[in-house]
């Protein structure tokens, strides 16, 4: 009995024996992998990014060769680190630091010792690396800016971090990677695929060759090439008009959405995130809180939009059937409501139509229009919700949907806003009268501007703006580029208040700023401004805002501009617009004195006056 048992045993053990190594063998390849990275040392060799080019065919973005000291740890042999550091340029605590970071990072994998080596730097170090075993130099591409401007559109590249690896295994430390602006949003397309190198080790940790004859070697594909929407020559000329000042202009074609420019001010030139000083010069950039040049005001700046607002306005109420085109309105200086309460208008004829009222911008016009939108319903929560629908038709309220990663959804309050700030849901239309006109609740991005603007240049619908023309050596773009956007305003609405944008220009508020032989309608707009220093609410100069499109008929450009602190519509953004408009339909200027009017101009003074110590004046 005690035979059989200790054989039954011996069995039972060899058994599992033999099943385990069968596992070990056959199943389990952890141990075959543990080896192979003992054994095998992989390289990768970096694509180039895809080249940017303006909708002409200009090219925007190229790429320059950069030189990058990697290191891997465990390969590291005992070295002379005084020398090494003299070579590098670092201290030998710096040297520590970086040896540390990349153990902690991956004992196998790479790790970046000293980034982006100049040419003169690498031929130097590249006659002395064979010295210092576990360290490679690496060859990479940066990306070379042809241009100066358009920085908040193109975005940068840099490095990769801890959170970005985790979150996507493709990259490795040190690795660059696609930050704001197309670099960002189209990473995906212009970084391209990585090649790889198997590279069998001996016991002593030497090179002997190819891993497996090199048959698991790829070679690296070049990233897509972009074309872009914006017009190289408008953005330039966009951002000069735009020194010494801040703000945002967007111009866009309204028959495609096609961004053909996108400026924000103050902006930088993008070649100052390139190379060695790229943390350097971000840093500065970052920490400037009062220009804000990383800040991108035509996409981020939420604005309260002004007099332009009046289009929708008008569009709303002949929508809901309150007003049509010939009922004439008064104006006894401005609006009253409630309780000898008054919303003030500036000086003009009177009594006055839809396109007069629009061409003159009658505030008391607009708010009458409103609150008969409003209380056309049983209520002002239903009002104000059909009042907020119509105006989410025009892509109001909230993103956009560009392919741009940067951005803010603006405002267009409802009935919830309301209910929220008076108590007991007890609020009427008179409440929100400061609606009308552009100002209360509501606000905008100065995109969001643009493309109603468009929306009325189309009679009613927009595509979607974007800044991808095309992809490769194909035209196609992402299909909700090419998808139609209705608004819920029927199509004959539209033509008086084209009418009456076209005679702001004609015999309204922008006569003086007419551009030669191009219809342009337009809406001026002045927009209130207040800031808190310390702790107190403080009024600062006015907003100038300005939206166009051109030429009437047959509209090629819609255009929004907003100037911070610059005083009144026509002063600086109805100027800027109509020198944008004129440079992209014809080509040159003609209107000389206005751009040297807007190119020699300055609001620097106004942006200090919340920071001097002088006590601040409102300077209209």
Known sequence: MRKILLLVVVLITGVVFAGRLFYLQVYDTSFQQLSQNNAVKVLYDYPQRGYVFDRDGKLLVSNQPSYDVMVIPREVKPLDTTEFCKLLKISEGRFDTILNKARVYSPRLPSVVIPQLTKAEYAFLS???YKYEGFYIQKRSLRDYQVKHSANVLGYIAEVNKRIIK????????ELIGKQGVELQYEDLLRGVKGVKYIQKDRFNRDIGPFNNGVFDTLPKKGKDLQLTIDSELQKYGEELMVNKRGGIVAIEPKTGEILSLVTAPNYDPGLLVGRERSENFTRLWYDTIA???????LQ???????????????????????????????????HYGRGKKLGCHHHASPLSMVGGIANS???????????TIEKYSTPQKGMDAWENHLESFGLGHYLGYDLPSGRPGKIPDAHTYNSMYPENNWYATATISNAIGQGEVLMTPIQMANFTATIANRGWYYTPHVIKSIGDTDTIPKEYNQKHKTTIDPQNFEPIVEGMHEVYTRGTASYIRIPDIEICGK?????????????????TDHSIFVAFAPKDDPKIAIAVFVENGYWGSRWAGRIAGLMIEKYIKGEITRKDMENYVLNGSLEEEYAKPYSDEPFKINR
């Open 127 to 129: 006659e002395k690396m």
């Open 167 to 174: 979150e996507n295994p493709y990259y490795q430390m040190g």
């Open 292 to 298: 804000k040049p990383l800040f991108d005001r035509g």
């Open 301 to 335: 700046g939420e604005y309260p939009p002004g007099s332009p607002f009046k289009t929708l306005t008008a569009l709303i109420g002949m929508q809901e059937n309150v007003i049509d085109t010939k009922e004439r309105i008064s104006c006894h200086g401005g609006y």
């Open 362 to 372: 009658c505030n008391a016009y607009f708010c009458t229009v409103y609150r008969r």
């Open 524 to 540: 001026t707009g002045t927009a209130e401004n207040f800031i808190r220093v310390d702790g107190k609410r403080m009024q600062l």
